[in-house]
Nanobody, 122 residues
């Protein structure tokens, strides 16, 4: 069973930056794609960014051009660099692992970590 632990969240002013990390541990199974979700109060989870093991990336329109997802396969870690942050980016951010089929990301059930809070406010 894979354990995912997110870190790097915090409080930042609009226009600032944060870097999130998600470390996978507890399993020797090869992890394919990974995806970042976020959930703001009163809203459903939103898929923010995905990255395949081969490095193919996809972003939600709301963050495209501002966020960058990357991964280090040797360290079983995925990252989310967030720049030019807006108050609308405030949410709990979760990482998942899964797979991409026909351009669509499918997270593995029960793969969400505990999440890390990102608050963008002046």
């Amino acid at each position: 069973q894979v354990q995912l632990v997110e870190s790097g969240g915090g409080l930042v002013q609009p226009g600032g930056s944060l870097s999130l990390s998600c470390a996978a541990s507890g399993s020797s199974i090869r992890i394919d794609a990974m995806g970042w979700y976020r959930q703001a109060p009163g809203k459903a989870r939103e898929l923010v960014a995905t990255i395949t093991r081969g490095g193919i990336k996809k972003y939600a329109d709301s963050v495209n051009g501002r966020f960058t997802v990357s991964r280090d396969n040797a360290k079983n870690t995925v990252y989310l660099q967030m720049n030019s942050l807006k108050p609308e980016d405030t949410a709990v951010y979760y990482c998942t692992h899964g797979a991409v089929y026909s351009g669509t990301y499918y997270p593995t059930s029960d793969s969400w970590g505990q999440g890390t809070q990102v608050t963008v406010s002046s």
